[in-house]
C-alpha cells in the first residue's frame, strides 16, 4: 500500500465498479474473492488499495485485463 497516490487508488476503485457492475454485486463478488462486502467497498471508494493478487483475480472474474484497472503512470 502507498504506492498509489490518492487519484490512482480512485481511478482503479471507479474502474472495478464499471466492471463489476454488470455482472456481481458487491457481495456476491466479495464472497468470489474471499474478501468481506466492506473491503470491496473500500477499493471502489479508493480508500483501499487491492493486492495484486487479488487484482488478478478481479481480472479472472470480471473478465477484464489486469491492465485495464491499473491507471497510466504520469
Same mark, same amino acid.
Given at each position: 500500500?502507498?504506492?498509489?497516490?490518492?487519484? $490512482?487508488?480512485?481511478?482503479?476503485?471507479?474502474?472495478?465498479?464499471?466492471?463489476?457492475?454488470?455482472?456481481?454485486?458487491?457481495? $456476491?463478488?466479495?464472497?468470489?474473492?474471499?474478501?468481506?462486502?466492506?473491503?470491496?467497498?473500500?477499493? $471502489?471508494?479508493?480508500?483501499?488499495?487491492?493486492?495484486?493478487?487479488?487484482?488478478?483475480?478481479?481480472?479472472?472474474?470480471?473478465?477484464?485485463?489486469?491492465?485495464?484497472?491499473?491507471?497510466?503512470?504520469?
Amino acid at each position: 500500500e502507498g504506492f498509489l497516490t490518492l487519484t $490512482e487508488g480512485r481511478e482503479i476503485g471507479r474502474r472495478i465498479r464499471a466492471a463489476r457492475q454488470w455482472r456481481y454485486t458487491q457481495a $456476491e463478488l466479495a464472497e468470489q474473492l474471499g474478501v468481506s462486502k466492506s473491503l470491496v467497498s473500500r477499493w $471502489e471508494a479508493g480508500s483501499r488499495q487491492p493486492p495484486l493478487t487479488k487484482l488478478g483475480q478481479l481480472s479472472r472474474l470480471l473478465r477484464k485485463p489486469l491492465s485495464s484497472f491499473i491507471p497510466d503512470s504520469h
